[in-house]
Structures are given as C-alpha cells and as structure tokens.
Nanobody
Framework: VQLQAFGGGLVQPGGSLTLACAASGSTSIYNTIAWFRQTPGKEREGVSC????????NYAESVKGRFTISRDSAKNTVYLQMNNLKPDDTAVYYCAADRNCEVRFFGFWGQGTLVTVSS
C-alpha cells in the first residue's frame, strides 16, 4: 500500500485545516487508515482511526469534538477535518494503513505533512 498525505500548512489558533491521505495498492486488504502525529522530543501519538470493515472511528481524547475522520471510498482517500486548532496540535501528521485499528504497529506509512498552529 502506498500512502500520500496532503493538506498541512500554517493556521491560526481557532482555525481549521483538512488533511487528506490518498491510498493506492492493496487497499482492499489494508483498508484501515489511521492518523498519527509527532513533534520533536515527543513520542508519536495516535490521533484518529477509521476501520475499513465497518467504518467505525476512534479519536484521541485530546482531539475529540474537534477532529473528524472520514473516507471517500471511491477516491481511496481518508480525510482528517481539524477544527478549533490549538498550538499543541502543531506536529508532523502521518497517515498509516493496516487491517484494523487494533493492530499494534501499522505496516504502511505515508510521508508526513506539517501542521503549524501559530498566530
């Protein structure tokens, strides 16, 4: 599976941004997509995941109510709508693919896209 992440950029606190993760290859098998983020000196954090089988979703507590994950199956693309962004959301965001959201280590990763929340 090949993944490409798009949509990062600079946004002011309180603003919104939508990230996209376009998947190609064996997407019928590895059809679960998760978003992670990482900042220097911190461990990588799971942000959100959408299960390919039933479409169920989960979110980190830090983003619940502000971020929404969704997918366009026709385009093999998963989106992360981020609202009410905070400076703490600044990070490199990565999308990853595997069979379900419960896997311990995702097998396929895209390149990161930088999100900077600053005034």
């Amino acid at each position: 599976v090949q993944l490409q992440a798009f949509g990062g950029g600079l946004v002011q606190p309180g603003g919104s941004l939508t990230l996209a993760c376009a998947a190609s290859g064996s997407t019928s098998i590895y059809n679960t997509i998760a978003w992670f983020r990482q900042t220097p000196g911190k461990e990588r954090e799971g942000v959100s995941c959408i299960n390919g089988g039933d479409g169920s979703t989960n979110y980190a507590e830090s983003v619940k109510g502000r971020f929404t994950i969704s997918r366009d199956s026709a385009k093999n693309t998963v989106y992360l709508q981020m609202n009410n962004l905070k400076p703490d959301d600044t990070a490199v965001y990565y999308c990853a693919a595997d069979r379900n959201c419960e896997v311990r280590f995702f097998g396929f990763w895209g390149q990161g896209t930088l999100v900077t929340v600053s005034s």
